[in-house]
């Protein structure tokens, strides 16, 4: 079974400042990695993921996560947030037997400040 | 094309009523999945079906939640004699999935709000 645990379920940040989400998971065999936003009264989507390759994923909007496999880690960060990145934002895994079945943490809540 | 339903959109009931929430995904997509999403937390999975494979019910919480895919399209997720802790957001995602593959983005619908008073 794979776990996730978002160390920080709120996360306030001024406009214009850069932002780093920490997500870590565990899991006993080979995973694959997303980050999901859900924006207010909207439903999930997608904004990266990691299946292999280079460790370094760009997104949309501008965000990227670094997947580091000794730390068991896949923490989001955008160098320049904007009033319209205040959202909930949710990192998730699957086992890479396990087809889509995804597991989901806590969840990050960000808000931007002007 | 249009993408994940769910209808309602909000359900109001009373304690010990049945509910059907209802999700129509994302036409050929192949995988359907329901989680809940109760306030501050994370989503929880509840079932997954996977074209014709026996669904994963592994994350219904009692045997009050079932669920079912007609057609390999059109899933119901009954709630029969609802408690207060089954108020939640009720999401509905589906998928494309590749045989042996994984990987694919979710899309997800706006989900259902569910309230028990």
């Known amino acids: 079974a794979q776990s996730v645990t978002q160390l920080d379920s709120q996360v306030p940040v001024f406009e214009e400042a850069p932002v780093e989400l920490r997500c870590n998971y565990s899991s006993s065999v080979s995973v694959y990695l997303f980050w999901y936003v859900q924006y207010p009264n909207q439903g999930l989507q997608l904004l990266l993921k990691?299946?292999?390759?280079?460790?370094l994923v760009k997104g949309i909007n501008g965000f990227e996560a670094e997947f580091n496999k000794s730390q068991t880690s896949f923490h989001l960060r955008k160098p320049s947030v904007h009033i319209s990145d205040t959202a909930e934002y949710f990192c998730a895994v699957t086992a890479k037997a396990a087809g889509n079945k995804l597991t989901f943490g806590g969840g990050t809540r960000v808000l931007v400040k002007p | 094309g249009a993408g994940v339903s769910q209808s309602p959109s909000n359900k109001v009931t009373e304690k010990g009523k049945d509910v059907e929430l209802r999700c129509d995904p994302i036409s050929g997509h192949t995988a359907l999945y329901w989680y809940r999403q109760s306030l501050g937390q994370g989503l929880e999975f509840l079932i997954y079906?996977?074209?014709?494979?026996?669904?994963?019910k592994s994350g219904l919480p009692s045997d009050r939640f079932s669920a079912e895919r007609t057609g390999g399209s059109v899933s119901t997720l009954t709630i029969q004699r609802t408690q207060q802790e089954d108020s939640a957001v009720y999401l509905c995602a589906s998928s494309e999935e590749r045989p042996g593959g994984g990987g694919e983005k979710l899309f997800f619908g706006s989900g259902t709000q569910l309230s028990v008073l």
């Open positions: 079906f996977q074209g014709n494979s026996a669904p994963d």
């Open positions: 990691y299946l292999s390759g280079s460790t």
